[in-house]
């Protein structure tokens, strides 16, 4: 152990501990503990940063190591905690660190304030209080429900809420002290911010269908069911109006999407009055339908020259799951599988 003593800081966020004497629960505490392969390690219980698992090596070469996202970290971190209560995340090297995947977090400033909505709701549900009591921001800890940078940033989407009227504010010129109650305003923004309920199993799968991504369709779906969801997929050759209403009622049941981008040889049949293949349109349409009802998509894409060409520059932002032929039952399934599971944990099935 570190001088035989607690180390004084988190190593993620930089919280300092305090005395076991002023100590409250939630405080930063650590836990001696080893990994399997017998290296000295922390079990870290973060207010920030949840619960993870650091060895001692990797916490005394953190604060060397030159990671620009910390506050990025902290906030996965916070997430992975939040699906994954009983297997804390390891961080065995500083790579695991540079492994997480920021896309599942708030990014735009309309994303925060959704997401600091839901977590004053959570806050005021989750402790039995009034619709009405007052919360404090003082500790911060809503600053990784938003992946804010600091906790200037957490009061600046608080003064955003506060003029969109959603929430009262009693902010001070600091924003140390700073509270609010939620306004009826607000609360009717969180229902609908919520109204989309999903059955908490389901995972749609966007995809157009020939010959080319019959395997991918085989190996998508038995990755998706290993991982404890169901997965759906429909044929969408005709694309008709009772299928439509379908594809639509299964996105919005589903806990989240997974939209493939390969592209299909385009077919410009003179004698059909539609082109057939080329970019997939439908695929676009749902993945679009599925992120305006505030559902996760996870992006996967043929490796090839023609497919990666014609990616819509919106999509190519995104970080996606490239895959080959030869990456089917290999290293694509590995790299799906882990995806699902640190973004959403093991499925319900
Ligand atoms: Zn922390």
């Known amino acids: 152990m570190l001088n035989g003593n607690e180390p004084p800081q988190c190593p993620v966020c930089d919280i300092r501990a305090k005395s076991q004497k002023e100590r409250l629960p939630g ?34 070469d953190l604060p060397t190591a030159k990671l620009p996202n910390k506050h990025l970290c902290s906030a996965w971190l916070y997430q992975y905690t939040k699906t994954h209560q009983k297997d804390p995340f390891k961080i065995y090297e500083i790579d695991d660190l540079r492994k997480m995947d920021f896309s599942i977090l708030p990014k735009t400033v309309t994303d925060k304030k959704e997401a600091l909505m839901i977590a004053l709701a959570e806050f005021i549900e989750n402790k039995n209080k009034a619709y009405t009591d007052i919360i404090h921001f003082k500790d911060g800890h809503f600053i990784p429900e938003i992946a804010a940078k600091s906790f200037d940033e957490l009061i600046s989407i608080v003064r955003l809420l506060a003029s969109d009227e959603l929430i009262t504010s009693h902010l001070t010129l600091n924003g140390e002290g700073s509270a609010c109650t939620i306004t009826s305003k607000g609360w009717e923004r969180i229902d609908s911010y919520r109204k989309v309920k999903t059955d908490g199993k389901t995972v749609f799968v966007a995809m157009w269908f020939d010959k080319t991504t019959e395997l991918y369709r085989k190996h998508v779906s038995d990755i998706i069911l290993k991982c404890g969801y169901n997965p759906i997929i429909i044929d969408q050759h005709d694309y008709e109006g009772y299928i439509m209403d379908q594809v639509l009622h299964q996105i919005k049941i589903a806990k989240f999407i997974v939209a493939d981008y390969t592209v299909m ?13 080329g970019s997939r349109g439908g695929v676009y349409f749902e993945a679009g339908f599925a992120k305006g009802l505030n559902k996760k998509v996870i992006v996967t894409c043929k490796n090839d020259e023609g497919s990666k060409r014609r990616l819509h520059f919106d999509i190519e932002q995104i970080n996606r799951i490239e895959w080959t032929d030869e990456d089917l039952g290999g290293k694509f399934n590995e790299k799906l599988e882990s995806r699902i599971l640190n973004v959403f944990g093991k499925g319900p099935l």
């Open 265 to 277: 040889p385009e077919d410009d049949n003179k004698e059909h009055p539609k082109v057939k293949g």
């Open 27 to 60: 405080d930063l505490i650590f836990v001696p503990a080893e990994t399997p392969e017998g290296m000295a390690s922390y079990k870290v219980q973060c207010p920030s940063c949840g619960v993870f698992v650091i060895t001692e090596d990797v916490y005394k």
